[in-house]
């Protein structure tokens, strides 16, 4: 079992930015990917980028893409999500997500997850 602890969320201005943390519990082993996804009020949650945990390799969805960088932390066996020129439709609040297994893309194929934390942005 893992654990996973998100932090950094806020309140700030469209183009601004903001860097998420995830703080897993324990080392991962093996094939591990560590995965952010979002759910904005009324809408569904949704993957926003995910890692590799042993190669580092990077995956987004094309909302994202250009603007958010994932990267992780393999001493401190964290994550983290750098959001730069926020727009108001990034509001919602980002959960990471743990699957002991290759790239996914879909909420019900990891395995553990955060709490959440509230990311707003003001137009």
């Known amino acids: 079992q893992v654990q996973l602890v998100e932090s950094g969320g806020g309140l700030v201005q469209a183009g601004a930015s903001l860097r998420l943390s995830c703080a897993a519990s324990?080392?991962?082993?093996?094939?591990?990917?560590m995965g952010w996804f979002r759910q904005a009020p009324g809408k569904e949650r949704e993957f926003v980028s995910a890692?590799?945990?042993?190669?580092?390799?990077?995956y987004y969805a094309d909302s994202v893409k250009g603007r958010f960088t994932i990267s992780r932390d393999n001493s401190k066996n964290t994550a983290y999500l750098q959001m730069n020129s926020l727009k108001s439709e990034d509001t919602a609040v980002y959960y990471c997500?743990?699957?002991?297994?290759?790239?996914?893309?879909?909420?019900?194929?990891?395995?553990?997850w955060g709490q959440g934390t509230q990311v707003t942005v003001s137009s």
């Open positions: 890692i590799r945990w042993t190669t580092g390799s990077t």
């Open positions: 997500a743990g699957r002991e297994g290759y790239i996914a893309y879909r909420v019900a194929e990891y395995h553990y």
């Open positions: 324990r080392r991962t082993f093996g094939t591990y990917t």
